[in-house]
Every structure is written in C-alpha cells, then in structure tokens.
C-alpha cells in the first residue's frame, strides 16, 4: 500500500518561489512513491488561539472578493492582482494536486491519516509572516514529523517565540533548513545537533524537470532580453546600472517586478522561461538567483532595499555553497560574468541533490 504524506506549506498570493517550491516538494515525494497532499495555509486560521475576529474578517474580506471579483477563498490569489496574473497562477496551482483547505482546528480529523508530515519549504517558520503556528509546527500529530529546507526567514528569534519552538521542533523526527541562519536557530533553541542545511527544494529538481512547465509569455517578441525582478526597491543606482548593461548586450528589459510592466502577469510557467533564455538577470529575489543557477544563466544579485531587507542569509548560503561570491552587486556590472563557467557550480548542484536525497529517505524510513 502507497505512503501518503501532508506538506503543510506557505500557499497564498502570488509569489513565484512560494508556488515553485511547493511543486518541487510534491514532485521529490513522488519519485520517493509517496502521494502527497498540499494543505493550504492560512496563517490566521491556523493557530489553535487564533484570534476569532481575524478569522471573521479573513471570511467577510472573501465574501466581497468573491462578489466584487469572482475570488474564491481557496483560490488563495491576490486580490489586488490584475485578472491575468490571477489565471497565470491559478493554472500553475493545477500542477500542485490534491490540495486542501486548512479551515479550522476543529477540522484536524481531516488531515490525521497520513503517514508522514512534511514541513517546507520557504520561509514557512517567518514569525512576520504568521509562521509558527500551530499547524507550521505540527501540533497536533504524533505521526512522522519532516522538515525539508525549511526557513525562518530571519537572522535571529524573537524571544516571544523561543519556548514554543523548542517544545515544537523538539519533537520533530528530522530537521533540515535552507540557510545557515536556520540551522542555528534551531540547535540555540533546541540543542539538536542533527540538523541539516540542505538546497531549496527547486534545486533538487533538474532544469529538464522544470522544462516540463515552463510557457513562453504571450507579450516577449525579442529573444535578447535582461530579466529584472525585485521584491525591494528598485533604486536608481540599480536601475541605472541595469540599463547600462542592457543597452551594452544589445537586450530589451524584461521587468517582472513593475505593475505596469506588460511581464507583471507572468505566472509562476512564464517565470521559469524567461530566466532560463535570458540573456542576463537582475534580481535581489533568493528563487530568481536560484533558476538562474539552474539554467546556468549569468546573473547579478542587488541587496534587497525597503521591505524584508533582513533576509540576507539564506542568498548568503546560496552563493557560498556554490562559490558565486562575485554574483553580488558591487557597484557596476562585470562584463566578465556574462562569460562564468558553470561547470564546478553544476558539479555542486548534483553533490547537493544527492545530499538532500540521502536526507529524505533516511527520513522516509
């Protein structure tokens, strides 16, 4: 008889390495012969002290998207998304299957009869995100607790949150996460000493795996391109540096990150395509840095400005494990890493996958 396993996940909005993530998990477990289902997470629904006038306002906000916009609830879309961004998504969540809609602690015999509980990856522990609920630390289970590469999304615990992590991760049955920064949260909380720093679980997925579904946007007519795409500011010493080298390779600027950008609605497919042809990416996001290292694609990693610029450590052990310390920004954009051989980063790449399948199926057994 198959195993089955629940992931329990970041899900929501429209986040390319959120979605990504989670269908690479669900495909890992897979080959491994595990069925799988994606349980979807509401941070203010989670928590067995839930607040109950978030959780009114989260069903009343829902109702209204739903009339105003035709927003499902479980569609878990951004409701200020454009229509098309929205579909982009929503047709990518068709690859992540068997999903279910996490509503209430009072709904747990619903998700009990699976036979391992798989946590990640993606900053599913970020307190600033909701994290650490009650459902991201598998309270309410005795069965086999994993964690694959998960992340807490910062570089230090508050203290708020300490005891309830070492109670919780105490009782997982294995531990890995995606950044050192993690690693030693856990062993300070917990005084664990078998926990594992182990690739994003994208990368455990080769780039023929992903080309299975990619989809070329509709709007990209000129094959020479640079791809920006920023979760923080985009300054203006960066934007200048980007078309500098733009204009010097000849590309037009594909920005992923502007709202008025015809490449704004790209799903999670179209994404994946446009790294792996582009000519050059510019990005501050930890996920685009990654598919470009997949691809082998030459690219240049900004610090992130503005909002979440505490999440440096988890771009800090990407481009350490694959020694691309010169991928950061530094002030110009050298001609020179257009050019990188990737032939020791590929060898990294597959020494890191066989490291992490080591990881799951001593976990699995």
Known sequence: MKKTAAIISLYGNSNYGNKLQNYAVQEILRREGIDSVNIINVPCLNNKNRDISAVLKFYLKGIVQSIIKGDRIKD????????????????FNEQIVNS??????????EFKDYDYYFVGSDQIWNPQYGGLSDLDLLTFTQKKKIAI??????????????????QCLSTFDAISVREEAAKRIVEENTGRTDVEVLIDPTMMLCPEDWDRVIKKPKDLTNKRYVVCYFLGTLTDEYRTAISQLAEREECTIVDLSNAESPYYCCGPSEFVYLIKNAVYVCTDSFHASVFSILYNRPFVVFNRNGKHNTMGSRIQTLLSTFHLEDARFTGIIDESCICRDYKEVNQIVENERQKALRFIRKALR
Request: charge should be positive; proline fraction near 7%; aromatic fraction near 12%.
């Open 76 to 91: 878990c879309v951004d409701p200020n998304d454009p229509k098309q961004r929205k579909e982009n998504f929503l047709r």
């Open 100 to 109: 279910k809609h996490f509503f209430s602690f009072n709904r747990l015999s």
């Open 149 to 166: 590469s998960a992340s807490f999304g910062i570089e230090k615990l508050p203290s708020s949150c300490e005891t309830k992590v070492k």
